[in-house]
């Protein structure tokens, strides 16, 4: 009787409590183009503990008692709103968002990405938005996405100038680079120095560090998604940009006003007209350009299609000497569907191709070089907001890989390997807000990999050697990996300003890449698992903690945050001792396979109000790797391994007209082997080695400079003036240190170190017209 | 390949105006003596040469230690202990290596100690050395030697090329078989050098003092040798590190810190001599 008394009074508090709930909803978009403005936030001045975050397609929903509201949109780089609403049982409330940044559209570290992190669920995540990135230091006039990221914390370098990237201890062949949900291989032009993103076409890019929803996986380091914009679809607009090297142009316009619209992107450098006045290179060329397009239809109030296509080619050569082209070509098309509020379906087919050419032709005798990686994939993924604790993902990709590790002519001999499959990914994912201020996200997401013939398969004694070759009818499956990859987080909110984070995930890869030199070049082997390589796996466990600080005139004044971080794999690949990427075409006889470890603490603290802004990021890692045949099968320091890296940005606007910033980066000591000895055979001097790594590199410092100078705006017309000076004080920072005979000195060795650059000055025109 | 990439990362590296200065390095030392073995059995001798590591500051030491038990036994019933004479160990009969006959090293001094074994392949004849200078980097020439040779198409060999130059060796490369069954095979060598016929100063000639190995002169002579190796010596020599790039070459040795290698081999030789640039000139 007791129970059913109390079934009772809590039936009448619940409908007496739904009684007086009402829902507010509504949208938040651009003024200047309509697109959605996702990430935007919105608060209820009268409910201080109520707030939400605006949906990818630009929609909010929020639950509040009847009555009469104060509510406030806020987003990064636009202007904030706020508007009073009577809401009954339902009211609608939209809002269009003015951009308040007078700067010509490019990317921005936002300043909200930390008090983000103090609200989600999902730990270890960076955001970049489109804002004003302009106002930061860039080389050669370029603003780059990726080299933004370097600047956070866990996130480095991989050589000094590079847009390659290792996140906690990966390697950067370890990050999966998506470029509208459609898989990027080689996100870099000229060898790395600028990414293969337009900065002027970006929408929207986040970094998952290692723990990552379900919906994400294939690679074990870390998941860059990078989504582009759609163009405007209220009138015509050009974007460009001159620069001394490299100048850029966007287009976009409606196609029918306010329901579709198109988009054109492109982007060329002309290095070659320098390298031509020159005597020793003016036979030289080197180039890159990209291609982005887009189109993208509001075919109703329920659907949302996109086109895009992406084309970027590199291409350097000397005269008939030699030439090396590579370049990736992707198209992708997306369909979102909303079943209604709470339900979209998002389905994307894409197509990946990436392709190398290299040859050289000595006296007549050609040596050539050709890698391809292809992949097309059929993703479907549906969301469901099931009430407002729960919020579900379902779904699956199913994949086909052609990869062509090599195909080689060496004087008289062809050789090529090529290796096919096919992969499955199952997923499901639910992010739980158990309480206000406990949430937590759970998924588990299933790999199976179907290594497909036709091809010859191998198995190998201990050295390396063929034992038995198996050949496989074209479609016959040679070997299937399952992996299940377990996903969790959790977000415990001490205050509103404060939170707490555990996480772990475990995740799978089963593209491997050898790099062929120090740093990640187009010229990189890379093969997927086969019968005797096994997918790469990472368990990574992390905790952290999160907090801002207000003050009298700003929310979000000061924020700080701190995560730690433990990682293992497994199956991570390395050179045998004494071969190189190209000893041999079977990748299998060239790699021994073993287990790493990683560990760290990342800090940052940001300011985010006044004239001057910025922050201060520090990482401490440890890199190590076990692999048996290697270094006497003892653990040694893995190649990448650096103890602390520094970051330190500052943003100072004076007024309107003008931005300053700087920047400055301390890395302390590469890993790298320096010999303990030497000895001499045939009169050539052979460096004996104790342990791989055993040494550190010099320390890396530089400072970044850069001004914008924003001219008048005009009716149609806005231009503004940006200069850098990349490395201003000139050091020479180590990109390659190696030891090698000669004959002028007493000892007969030296050791040598070539920095990439001193410093570099830019100077870059960019201008808008509408 | 390798050459390719190499090729790429000097334009690469040039292109971006990049930078280049000395260090001085604190270098580690080796953690317990490590014995050097240099063993060879050829068609010429059966001779093997033993050194200490060298500290990296310090210039190599190649005197060749005394005081060790070093023998080499053969399939064929042949055994015999070396003895030490002139820097190395050599046999008392002056023995030669048979082809098809696999041999066996073992060397012992002090707490190193190490066996290694290698058969002897048959030899590849030379068949004729020529020269070409090739234009590359706008006016910078490469002087390549063409060794010609007749290749067995049935047998899996591996080579060893060497070229001296007025005595000393200026390039020691390797390769494997090819599989090339045409009737000449030929390799081409680099030697990294400039076409410099006309300069014969002295002081051309020197650079610090020392003789410039990177300028080839009229009348230089070059003594070429082709060795045909076990597959074991040619891992050891293709995975050599030349510029440290962190690894020791495989060796076959098998012991206590002892590295380098022991080969059967048997090797052809031939030489020639450059001709001045006016001869030169006549010849064209």
Same mark, same amino acid.
């Given at each position: 009787?007791?129970?059913?008394?109390?079934?009772?009074?809590?039936?009448?508090?619940?409908s007496?409590?739904?009684?007086?709930?009402?829902k507010?909803?509504g949208t938040?978009?651009?003024?200047?183009?309509?697109?959605?403005?996702?990430?935007?936030?919105?608060?209820?001045?009268?409910?201080?503990?109520?707030?939400?975050?605006v949906?990818?397609?630009?929609?909010y929903?929020?639950?509040?008692?009847?009555?009469?509201?104060?509510?406030?949109?806020e987003?990064?780089?636009f202007?904030?709103?706020?508007?009073?609403?009577?809401?009954?049982?339902?009211?609608?409330?939209?809002?269009?968002?003015?951009?308040?940044?007078?700067?010509?559209?490019?990317?921005?570290?936002?300043?909200?990405?930390?008090?983000?992190?103090?609200?989600?669920?999902?730990?270890?995540?960076?955001?970049?938005?489109?804002?004003?990135v302009?106002?930061?230091?860039?080389?050669?006039?370029?603003?780059?996405?990726?080299?933004?990221?370097?600047l956070?914390?866990?996130v480095?370098?991989?050589?000094?100038?590079?847009?390659?990237?290792?996140?906690?201890?990966?390697?950067?062949?370890q990050?999966?680079v998506?470029?509208?949900?459609?898989?990027?291989?080689?996100?870099?032009?000229?060898?790395?120095?600028?990414?293969?993103?337009?900065?002027?076409?970006?929408?929207?890019?986040?970094?998952?560090?290692?723990?990552?929803?379900?919906?994400?996986?294939?690679?074990?380091?870390?998941?860059l998604?990078v989504?582009?914009?759609?163009?405007?679809?209220?009138?015509?607009?050009?974007?460009?940009?001159?620069?001394?090297?490299?100048?850029?142009l966007?287009?976009?316009?409606?196609?029918?006003?306010?329901?579709?619209?198109?988009?054109?992107?492109?982007?060329?450098?002309?290095?070659?007209?320098?390298?031509?006045?020159?005597e020793?290179?003016?036979?030289?060329?080197?180039?890159?350009?990209?291609?982005?397009?887009?189109?993208?239809?509001k075919?109703?109030?329920?659907d949302?299609?996109?086109?895009?296509?992406?084309?970027?080619?590199?291409?350097?050569?000397?005269?008939?000497?030699?030439?090396?082209?590579?370049?990736?070509?992707?198209?992708?098309?997306?369909?979102?569907?909303?079943?209604?509020?709470?339900?979209?379906?998002?389905?994307?087919?894409?197509?990946?191709?990436?392709?190398?050419?290299?040859?050289?032709?000595?006296?007549?005798?050609?040596?050539?070089?050709d890698?391809i990686?292809?992949?097309?994939?059929?993703?479907?993924n549906?969301?469901?907001?099931?009430?407002?604790k729960?919020?579900?993902?379902?779904g699956?990709?199913?994949?086909?890989?052609?990869?062509?590790?090599?195909?080689?002519y060496?004087?008289?001999?062809?050789?090529?390997?090529?290796r096919?499959?096919?992969?499955?990914?199952?997923?499901?994912?639910?992010?739980?807000?158990?309480t206000?201020?406990?949430s937590?996200?759970?998924?588990?997401?299933?790999?199976?990999?179907?290594?497909?013939?036709s091809?010859?398969?191998?198995?190998?004694d201990?050295?390396?050697?063929?034992?038995?070759?198996?050949?496989?009818?074209?479609?016959e499956f040679?070997?299937?990996?399952v992996?299940?990859?377990?996903?969790?987080?959790?977000?415990?909110?001490?205050?509103?300003?404060?939170?707490?984070?555990?996480?772990?995930?475990h995740?799978?890869?089963?593209?491997?890449?050898?790099?062929?030199?120090?740093?990640?070049?187009?010229?990189?082997?890379?093969?997927?698992?086969?019968n005797?390589?096994?997918?790469?796996?990472?368990?990574?466990?992390?905790?952290?903690?999160?907090?801002?600080?207000?003050?009298?005139?700003?929310?979000?004044?000061?924020?700080?945050?701190?995560?730690?971080?433990y990682?293992?794999?497994d199956n991570?690949?390395d050179?045998r001792?004494?071969?190189?990427?190209f000893d041999?075409?079977e990748i299998?006889?060239?790699?021994?396979?073993?287990q790493?470890?990683?560990y760290?603490?990342?800090?940052?603290?940001?300011?985010?109000?006044?004239?001057?802004?910025?922050?201060?990021?520090?990482?401490l890692?440890?890199?190590?790797?076990?692999?048996?045949?290697?270094?006497?099968?003892r653990?040694?320091?893995?190649?990448?391994?650096?103890?602390?890296?520094?970051n330190?940005?500052?943003i100072?606007?004076?007024?309107?007209?003008?931005d300053?910033?700087?920047?400055?980066?301390?890395?302390?000591g590469?890993?790298?082997?320096?010999?303990?000895?030497?000895?001499?055979?045939e009169?050539?001097?052979?460096?004996?080695?104790d342990?791989?790594?055993n040494?550190?590199?010099?320390?890396?410092?530089r400072?970044?400079l850069?001004?914008?100078?924003?001219?008048?705006?005009?009716?149609?017309?806005q231009?503004?003036?940006a200069?850098?000076?990349?490395?201003?004080?000139?050091?020479?920072?180590?990109?390659?240190?190696?030891?090698?005979?000669?004959?002028?000195t007493?000892?007969?060795?030296?050791?040598?170190?070539?920095?990439?650059?001193?410093?570099?000055?830019?100077?870059?025109?960019?201008?808008k017209?509408? | 390949?390798?050459?390719?990439?190499y090729?790429?990362?000097?334009?690469?590296?040039?292109?971006?105006?990049?930078?280049?200065?000395?260090?001085?390095?604190?270098?580690?030392?080796?953690?317990?003596?490590?014995?050097?073995?240099?063993?060879?059995?050829?068609?010429?001798?059966?001779?093997?040469?033993?050194?200490?590591?060298?500290?990296?500051?310090?210039?190599?030491?190649?005197?060749?230690?005394?005081?060790?038990?070093?023998?080499?036994?053969?399939?064929?019933?042949?055994?015999e202990?070396?003895?030490?004479?002139?820097?190395?160990?050599?046999?008392?009969?002056?023995?030669?290596?048979?082809p098809?006959?696999t041999?066996?090293?073992?060397?012992?001094?002090g707490?190193?100690?190490c066996?290694?074994?290698?058969?002897?392949?048959?030899?590849?004849?030379i068949d004729?050395v020529?020269?070409?200078?090739?234009?590359?980097?706008?006016?910078?020439?490469?002087?390549?030697?063409?060794?010609?040779?007749?290749?067995?198409?049935?047998t899996?060999?591996?080579?060893?090329?060497?070229?001296?130059?007025?005595?000393? *060796?200026? #390039? &020691?490369?390797?390769?494997? @078989?090819?599989?090339l +069954?045409? %009737?000449?095979?030929?390799?081409?060598?680099?030697? !990294?050098?400039?076409?410099?016929?006309?300069?014969?100063?002295?002081?051309?000639?020197?650079f610090?003092?020392?003789?410039?190995?990177?300028?080839?002169?009229?009348?230089?002579?070059?003594?070429?040798?082709l060795?045909t190796?076990?597959k074991? *010596?040619? #891992? &050891?020599?293709?995975?050599? @590190?030349f510029?440290? +790039?962190g %690894?020791?070459?495989?060796?076959?040795l098998?012991? !206590?810190?002892?590295?380098?290698?022991?080969?059967a081999?048997?090797?052809?030789?031939?030489?020639?001599?450059?001709?001045?640039?006016?001869?030169?000139?006549?010849?064209k």
């Amino acid at each position: 009787m007791f129970k059913f008394k109390v079934l009772i009074f809590v039936s009448i508090l619940f409908s007496t409590a739904l009684a007086n709930a009402a829902k507010l909803r509504g949208t938040v978009v651009a003024a200047e183009d309509g697109s959605p403005l996702p990430g935007a936030s919105i608060t209820i001045k009268e409910l201080p503990n109520q707030g939400v975050e605006v949906e990818e397609d630009g929609t909010y929903k929020i639950e509040v008692p009847s009555g009469k509201y104060t509510v406030v949109c806020e987003l990064v780089g636009f202007t904030t709103l706020t508007k009073s609403v009577n809401v009954k049982q339902e009211a609608k409330l939209n809002f269009k968002l003015e951009s308040d940044v007078e700067d010509l559209g490019a990317v921005e570290v936002t300043s909200r990405s930390l008090h983000k992190a103090v609200e989600q669920t999902q730990m270890s995540v960076a955001h970049l938005e489109v804002g004003d990135v302009k106002k930061m230091p860039s080389m050669f006039g370029e603003q780059d996405i990726i080299k933004s990221l370097q600047l956070m914390p866990g996130v480095k370098a991989e050589s000094d100038g590079s847009s390659g990237f290792q996140v906690r201890g990966g390697e950067s062949s370890q990050n999966l680079v998506l470029l509208d949900g459609a898989t990027v291989n080689n996100a870099g032009h000229l060898m790395g120095l600028f990414s293969t993103f337009n900065s002027d076409v970006l929408r929207d890019v986040t970094l998952y560090k290692g723990q990552m929803p379900a919906q994400y996986g294939g690679r074990i380091a870390s998941v860059l998604d990078v989504s582009t914009i759609n163009g405007n679809n209220q009138s015509f607009q050009a974007d460009g940009a001159l620069g001394l090297l490299a100048s850029k142009l966007t287009l976009q316009g409606p196609i029918q006003k306010g329901k579709s619209s198109w988009l054109v992107a492109g982007r060329r450098t002309y290095i070659d007209l320098f390298l031509k006045a020159t005597e020793d290179f003016k036979d030289t060329k080197l180039n890159f350009y990209d291609l982005n397009a887009k189109l993208d239809f509001k075919l109703s109030q329920k659907d949302q299609l996109d086109v895009s296509f992406f084309n970027g080619q590199d291409h350097m050569a000397v005269n008939d000497l030699m030439a090396i082209k590579w370049g990736s070509t992707i198209g992708s098309l997306k369909w979102r569907h909303a079943f209604h509020s709470g339900l979209n379906l998002n389905s994307d087919v894409f197509v990946s191709h990436y392709k190398i050419r290299e040859w050289i032709d000595i006296d007549g005798s050609m040596n050539s070089f050709d890698g391809i990686n292809t992949q097309a994939s059929w993703r479907e993924n549906l969301t469901w907001k099931a009430g407002d604790k729960h919020t579900f993902d379902f779904g699956f990709q199913s994949s086909y890989h052609d990869v062509i590790t090599a195909d080689w002519y060496y004087n008289d001999i062809h050789e090529c390997e090529e290796r096919y499959a096919w992969e499955n990914n199952f997923w499901v994912n639910d992010e739980w807000k158990l309480t206000k201020r406990l949430s937590v996200l759970t998924g588990v997401r299933v790999t199976a990999f179907s290594l497909l013939g036709s091809g010859p398969y191998y198995q190998l004694d201990d050295e390396g050697n063929i034992l038995s070759t198996t050949n496989y009818g074209k479609g016959e499956f040679v070997k299937t990996y399952v992996n299940a990859e377990p996903r969790f987080s959790a977000n415990y909110k001490l205050t509103n300003n404060q939170s707490v984070k555990v996480a772990y995930s475990h995740t799978c890869q089963n593209l491997h890449t050898l790099k062929s030199g120090i740093t990640s070049m187009p010229t990189d082997r890379f093969t997927m698992s086969t019968n005797l390589l096994k997918p790469e796996v990472a368990d990574q466990v992390s905790a952290g903690y999160a907090i801002s600080f207000d003050n009298e005139a700003h929310n979000n004044a000061y924020e700080a945050s701190a995560d730690v971080y433990y990682k293992h794999t497994d199956n991570t690949i390395d050179y045998r001792d004494g071969v190189g990427a190209f000893d041999k075409i079977e990748i299998d006889r060239i790699v021994l396979a073993g287990q790493g470890r990683s560990y760290g603490l990342e800090l940052e603290l940001k300011k985010n109000f006044g004239k001057v802004t910025g922050w201060v990021s520090y990482t401490l890692s440890f890199t190590e790797s076990q692999i048996d045949g290697i270094n006497r099968n003892r653990w040694y320091t893995a190649s990448n391994d650096r103890r602390h890296d520094i970051n330190i940005v500052a943003i100072y606007s004076p007024n309107k007209k003008w931005d300053f910033s700087a920047s400055w980066k301390f890395y302390s000591g590469q890993a790298m082997s320096l010999p303990v000895g030497k000895y001499q055979i045939e009169n050539q001097t052979y460096y004996y080695y104790d342990n791989r790594n055993n040494y550190r590199a010099p320390s890396y410092h530089r400072l970044d400079l850069g001004a914008t100078r924003h001219g008048k705006q005009h009716k149609h017309w806005q231009g503004e003036w940006a200069f850098g000076l990349y490395n201003a004080y000139g050091r020479y920072n180590p990109f390659m240190i190696s030891v090698s005979e000669d004959q002028y000195t007493n000892s007969g060795s030296k050791a040598t170190l070539i920095a990439m650059y001193s410093f570099l000055p830019s100077v870059t025109y960019r201008f808008k017209f509408k | 390949m390798k050459k390719l990439n190499y090729i790429l990362a000097i334009m690469a590296g040039a292109l971006f105006a990049s930078c280049e200065k000395t260090l001085e390095l604190d270098y580690d030392k080796a953690g317990e003596e490590v014995l050097v073995v240099q063993g060879n059995v050829s068609n010429e001798g059966i001779y093997v040469i033993l050194n200490a590591l060298s500290n990296v500051t310090d210039s190599v030491s190649t005197c060749g230690l005394a005081g060790a038990e070093v023998s080499v036994a053969g399939s064929d019933g042949y055994e015999e202990t070396l003895v030490y004479g002139d820097g190395r160990y050599y046999s008392p009969t002056n023995a030669v290596g048979v082809p098809g006959v696999t041999y066996t090293l073992h060397v012992k001094r002090g707490a190193n100690e190490c066996y290694a074994k290698s058969t002897m392949p048959n030899p590849t004849p030379i068949d004729s050395v020529r020269y070409k200078w090739l234009k590359m980097f706008g006016d910078v020439d490469i002087f390549m030697l063409y060794i010609y040779f007749n290749d067995n198409p049935d047998t899996e060999d591996y080579h060893l090329y060497s070229v001296e130059r007025n005595g000393k *060796t200026v #390039r &020691f490369y390797c390769a494997p @078989d090819e599989g090339l +069954s045409d %009737v000449y095979n030929y390799r081409y060598i680099d030697l !990294n050098t400039k076409l410099e016929w006309k300069e014969d100063e002295r002081e051309k000639k020197e650079f610090h003092g020392m003789e410039r190995t990177d300028v080839i002169y009229g009348g230089n002579s070059f003594n070429v040798s082709l060795r045909t190796v076990d597959k074991n *010596t040619y #891992r &050891f020599f293709s995975s050599g @590190d030349f510029n440290g +790039s962190g %690894v020791n070459p495989t060796s076959n040795l098998v012991g !206590n810190n002892c590295v380098g290698y022991f080969s059967a081999y048997s090797v052809d030789k031939r030489s020639m001599v450059m001709p001045t640039y006016d001869e030169a000139l006549k010849m064209k």
